[in-house]
């Protein structure tokens, strides 16, 4: 079996340790675990990929910046021959507190233009989303300053804990399926 892992981020060193890269942090963290070969620029990503339990797992980081990341769900999909159901997109979340992570199979958006562009691309929502939290500590109108910004200095204590088991949860959506995994994820 087969897995898309679609780590939403933007490329750039400007960005590389801000809020809205969690997913491409996820993704390093996977690479590195399972000494995945050195990701490799691809059609509106960088990918790798590695084996687990008999699952194959591709990482995949599009290049096409949060807003237009549809073009790399769809274009790796088809590429590869994999459904929307064995998909899962990595993501920031403003909704949940800093490191709480929710495992769902379909719904809205949220307000995530990642999402919506992937939603608007595919032209369905029927897909996998892990949401990493990164809380809502920013005063009105500065949404877009707050995703864009580093992590505070408290929680990069945290945050290498709150990868591992963001990556645990990918790995558990692929080896369980969608139903156990999220009994597993999303405890209160």
Avoid at 1 to 7: D, N, Q, T, Y
Avoid at 11 to 37: C, Q, S, W
Avoid at 44 to 71: D, R
Wanted: charged share 25%.
């Amino acid at each position: 079996m087969k897995f898309l892992v679609l780590c939403l981020g933007n490329i750039g060193p400007e960005y590389a340790d801000t809020r809205h890269n969690i997913g491409f942090m996820v993704a390093d963290y996977l690479a590195a675990k399972f000494d995945a070969p050195r990701f490799e620029i691809g059609r509106h990503a960088f990918t790798t990929e590695f084996k687990h339990k008999g699952h194959t797992y591709v990482l995949v980081k599009p290049t096409t910046y949060m807003n237009l990341s549809g073009k790399a769900a769809a274009h790796w999909l088809a590429t590869l021959k994999i459904t929307a159901e064995n998909m899962v997109v990595v993501t920031d979340d403003l909704a949940l507190p800093f490191g709480k992570l929710r495992l769902k199979g379909q719904g809205s958006a949220g307000g995530h233009n990642g999402l919506k562009d992937i939603q608007a691309t595919l032209g369905t929502d029927v897909y996998t989303r892990l949401r990493f939290g990164v809380d809502a500590n920013f005063p009105k109108g500065r949404q877009v300053d707050y995703v864009l910004d580093p992590f505070s200095k408290d929680e990069l204590i945290e945050l290498p804990t709150r990868i591992e088991k963001a990556g645990e949860a990918v790995l558990a959506f692929g080896a369980m399926g969608l139903e156990r995994a999220m009994n597993i994820v999303n405890v209160k």
